[in-house]
């Protein structure tokens, strides 16, 4: 994070003209770029004790990974792996995000795919993605997609507590 803000400021570097020539294009800073450096500091800052935030590469903050091991609930004790991708185009469209770890929640499918009414561009409900969200606003999960586990959870609860900690043996240590 510190690597692209302190590039974004030298890029910037005062300058109130634009540099000259191929030097230009190759020093350009995209406005995804620019949103991305304070709001991956604020989401860090609001992350719970629970969540981790990662970077594979600190120049790209576009691409990071969320590990989330919750400390309470069926889903206590296991380590779930998150990838987000936040396109060019962000912030008038939503990033991309995936579960990498194997889970049984009504909100995610076994591949990972995750739905959540915030993720969506155009949402029926007006809580889909908007130009004025943010990267806090993906920490809240309300919206169903496992319709299988959605219906195991309003089944029987026990049972459903009993595969999340089977799933959770197997694919989130």
Avoid at 21 to 29: E, I, L, Q
Avoid at 55 to 79: I, M
Avoid at 122 to 129: A, F, Q, R, V, Y
Wanted: include cysteine; charged fraction near 30%.
């Amino acid at each position: 994070m510190l690597t692209l803000a302190s590039k974004l400021k030298k890029d910037d570097g005062g300058k109130t003209g634009r540099a000259s020539g191929a030097s230009d294009s190759t020093h350009r800073v995209s406005i995804r770029d620019r949103l991305l450096t304070k709001e991956v500091a604020d989401l860090e800052a609001n992350l719970p004790s629970t969540c981790k935030a990662s970077f594979p590469d600190e120049n790209k903050l576009h691409h990071f990974q969320l590990a989330v091991s919750p400390d309470e609930g069926y889903y206590q004790s296991g380590r779930f792996q998150f990838e987000i991708d936040v396109p060019e185009a962000y912030n008038m469209v939503p990033p991309k995000v995936r579960c990498m770890t194997r889970i049984w929640h009504p909100n995610i499918t076994e591949n990972g795919e995750i739905c959540l009414s915030l993720l969506r561009e155009h949402s029926i409900d007006g809580t889909g993605w908007a130009p004025t969200r943010t990267l806090k606003d993906l920490l809240n999960f309300d919206d169903p997609l496992n319709i299988d586990a959605a219906e195991h959870h309003l089944r029987d609860k026990e049972d459903f507590r009993n595969k999340v900690q089977d799933y959770i043996k197997h694919y989130a240590r």
